[in-house]
């Protein structure tokens, strides 16, 4: 399954090396980073190694899953606007959306645009059943992006029994039935 996707405005496709100045400075973004429970590279190698190991490592979702975060790219300029995609996580059994922007792009509608796109992947070339959004109880945005690809609150649950967190989903029956009508 190839993992190349595109919307309107935007192309969607694995990771590249050339990727890793962006990738570097997206994660150097502290407010982007605030809710995510991720840390920054420790310099512009490890973003590439990260770039290549994602695409390449044959333990990687890529690989053993043919899905995975993937660059989310603007049409009209190439700019590399940050990423969404799927994951499987084997632990909790549930394959999850997620999306991170650089905060220059955030307010355009790429998220939601690009997210839907992942939804349909979902759902469509992957069959899921299930599709969830697990995000902070105070990243609002992320919430409304959530709600916005027909997500619901399923529950709130606590990450580490630290951080306070809303388990959103969505159902192929809701997909096929309302949300792609
Ligand atoms: C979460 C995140 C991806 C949301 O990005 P975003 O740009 O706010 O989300 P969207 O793409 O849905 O854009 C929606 C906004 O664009 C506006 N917009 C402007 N032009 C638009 C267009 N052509 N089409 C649609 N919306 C448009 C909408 O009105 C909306 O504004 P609002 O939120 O004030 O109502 C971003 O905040 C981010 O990267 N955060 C850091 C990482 C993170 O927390 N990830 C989630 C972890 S769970």
């Keep these: 399954m190839k993992l190349e996707l595109e919307t309107d405005r935007l192309y969607l496709r694995p990771f590249i090396k050339e990727d890793a100045p962006y990738l570097f400075e997206l994660n150097n973004d502290e407010e982007v980073m605030r809710y995510t429970g991720d840390v920054p590279f420790k ?5 590439q190694e990260f770039a290549i190991d994602y695409n390449t490592n044959k333990n990687s979702q890529y690989q053993l899953y043919h899905m995975g975060r993937i660059a989310v790219i ?13 994951k499987y996580h084997k632990s909790a059994d549930f394959v999850d959306i997620g999306y991170r922007f ?10 939601t645009e690009s997210g839907i796109e992942v939804v349909r992947h979902g759902f469509e070339d992957h069959q899921l059943d299930i599709l969830v959004a697990q995000v902070h109880e105070l990243n609002y945005s992320s919430q409304k992006v959530a709600r916005r690809l027909g997500m619901s609150l399923e529950h709130r649950f606590y990450w580490e029994e630290r951080e306070p967190g809303r388990h959103y989903q969505i159902n192929k029956n809701h997909y096929f039935n309302t949300v792609k009508k």
Excluded: P
Aim: aromatic content about 18%.
């Design 43 to 47: 310099d512009l190698e490890a973003a």
């Design 74 to 86: 603007r049409k009209s300029d190439d700019a590399f606007l940050g990423w969404s995609g799927l």
């Design 102 to 111: 650089m905060r220059k792009y955030w307010g355009h509608g790429y998220a």
